[in-house]
């Protein structure tokens, strides 16, 4: 039973570069407030995997548009995550490959339009949105934008952790490999990863998860997008 609750149609962006602890904090916050959370990187991710699954290229504008437009036809994305046909591949989407290749068709401007009309319809209804885009392109006129970041170290130290469960990787590995991610997401020429304006900025470096948070709820109570429920 959340806490707080949240006022009618509220819509919450948090960006921040890969491992800056967005899917943790937004799943975290969700329980707080009762939103559901959509994780947009998940969209990528799948246009990245089966594209790779089908030998179309990662950096060519067309046949990627094409593509994105039927694959938007067979899917559901939902708080749950990504089904296809009835099943849920969002697991099948978290590993590294499919991550790699999301940051390659995340750059190709036709791919993030094509997204871009589902991603606001979905948010219509009030959510805690994630991405890198949210504040700046996708949802604009959010009336809370968080920018999570953390140290590259402590980002690549997340993630490791992660992957050690997965085959395992060095830390110096992960490291070169997010940066290069980083610069990918950053130097893109359409809606590239940046804080908007009026968004929040956290380094999460050395704060618990649950301290994001509270910092996020404290913003969301003075700005009486939140109300303690009786
Ligand atoms: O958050 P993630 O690791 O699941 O995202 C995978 C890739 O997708 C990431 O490298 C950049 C891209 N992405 C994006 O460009 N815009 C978004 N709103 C979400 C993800």
Redesign the pocket.
């Known amino acids: 039973m959340s806490e707080w609750r949240a006022v009618n149609g509220l819509t919450i962006a948090i960006?921040g570069p890969?491992g800056s602890g967005?899917?943790t904090v937004a799943k975290m916050l969700a329980e707080e407030i009762g939103l559901p959370v959509l994780?947009?990187?998940?969209?990528?991710?799948l246009v990245?995997s089966v594209a790779l699954a089908r030998n179309i290229s990662l950096e060519t504008e067309s046949p990627l548009a094409e593509f994105v437009e039927s694959l938007l036809d067979m899917m559901e994305w939902t708080v749950d995550g990504i089904c296809i046909n009835g099943d849920n591949v969002t697991d099948t989407?978290?590993s590294e490959q499919?991550?790699?290749a999301?940051?390659k068709?995340?750059?190709m401007s036709t791919v993030?339009e094509k997204?871009l009309g589902l991603?606001r319809q979905l948010a219509q209804k009030g959510c805690i949105m994630?991405?890198?885009?949210?504040g700046t392109v996708?949802l604009p006129e959010a009336p809370a934008k968080f920018f999570l970041t953390a140290s590259i170290r402590e980002r690549a130290r997340r993630r490791w952790a992660q992957l050690k469960n997965r085959g395992g990787s060095s830390l110096d590995a992960v490291v070169a490999e997010l940066k290069m991610?980083d610069q990918?997401?950053m130097e893109?020429h359409h809606?590239p990863?940046k804080q908007a304006a009026d968004a929040i900025v956290i380094d999460s470096t050395t704060l618990r998860a649950d301290d994001v948070v509270d910092r996020m709820l404290g913003v969301l109570e003075r700005r009486k997008l939140i109300t303690a429920s009786v």
């Open positions: 960006d890969s967005k899917g994780d947009t990187g998940l969209l990528y991710r990245g989407l978290r499919a991550g790699e999301a940051s068709v995340a750059a993030r997204l991603q994630d991405g890198r885009d949210i996708v991610r990918r997401d893109r809606a990863l």
